[in-house]
């Protein structure tokens, strides 16, 4: 996933991007490592960390528990559902050319 922009059930136009790998080394550090090993709350974590915008209004990276907090509720239901749907409809696409690759190579 590069950049994305979607547009959730309320209308509001998120944008965002791939989270490099150092951005999520400090997520898994400022979760925790029993929170780390929390797969459906790392999911929520980082399609939420993910964003840069809400609308035209900038969103800073999330460095601390209660930062990540507070853009999970931000985004709320609607805005973290967009975002999943994109990633996986990315990842779904991602899937379908690589299984045509290998089938090409048959």
């Known amino acids: 996933m590069e950049s994305f922009e979607v547009t959730d059930a309320r209308g509001r136009k998120l944008r965002g991007g791939k989270i490099r790998v150092v951005d999520q080394a400090k997520l898994m550090a400022a979760v925790g490592p029993d ?10 974590v980082l399609a939420a960390a ?31 559902k967009a975002i999943n749907d994109h990633m996986q409809s990315v990842e779904g696409s991602a899937q379908t050319e690589a299984e045509a690759r290998e089938f090409a190579k048959n």
């Not at 209004?57 to 853009?71: A, G, K, M, N």
């Open 35 to 44: 929170n780390v090993e929390n797969r459906p709350f790392m999911n929520l």
């Open 50 to 80: 993910c964003v840069t915008f809400v609308g035209e209004r900038p969103v800073h990276f999330p460095t601390s528990l209660r930062e990540i907090y507070d853009r999970i509720d931000l985004l709320d239901e609607d805005g973290l």
